[in-house]
């Protein structure tokens, strides 16, 4: 069986990379770096859309610029597995703005998150007023970022 990689042509690959780069791209520049014609790359485009490889289109916003100058990496422990407060907590963590990324994870920890604040201040009460009322919470680790080294959300479809 082909992995979902492997059933996408050259053609498919590139025009995935070229909206990574760009996603307010127009089928007309994407057709011209593929030297196509615009109706194949806007019915390729589609395909991909409705296949789900294309979830939608956003901007990158820079945070310094919105203030968030702090970005925590938490770990977060359970006593208890069982029941429905994982599921109340990943339920939870999916409205909560401040969180980027939540992972369940192996190791020594049940979730991995990724949260970004303004300063260690707002991280403070983010912790005491957020995340330590979430269900199923016994443990909060945090590592805070330094110095960001690379920030991206592009894939390495080729």
Not at 77 to 84: C, Q, S, V, Y
Not at 100 to 112: I, K, M, T, W
Not at 139 to 154: G, V
Request: proline share 4%; with cysteine.
């Amino acid at each position: 069986m082909k992995t979902p990689q492997e059933m996408l042509d050259d053609v498919d690959l590139r025009i995935l990379s070229l909206l990574q780069d760009e996603g307010r791209m127009s089928n007309a520049r994407l057709a011209e770096h593929l030297h196509l014609t615009e109706t194949p790359v806007w019915r390729r485009l589609r395909r991909l859309e409705e296949d789900g490889y294309i979830k939608g289109y956003g901007a990158r916003v820079d945070r310094h610029k919105l203030g968030f100058g702090l970005i925590a990496f938490v770990q977060i422990n359970f006593a208890n597995h069982t029941g429905d407060q994982p599921a109340q907590f990943e339920a939870a963590i999916q409205s909560i703005p401040e969180v980027l990324s939540c992972h369940n994870v192996s190791g020594e920890a049940d979730y991995f998150l990724q949260v970004v604040t303004r300063d260690l201040e707002s991280y403070g009460d983010f912790v005491t007023h957020v995340l330590r009322k979430l269900p199923g919470v016994t443990s909060i680790r945090s590592s805070l970022a330094m110095r960001e080294i690379k920030s991206t959300s592009r894939l390495p479809v080729r």
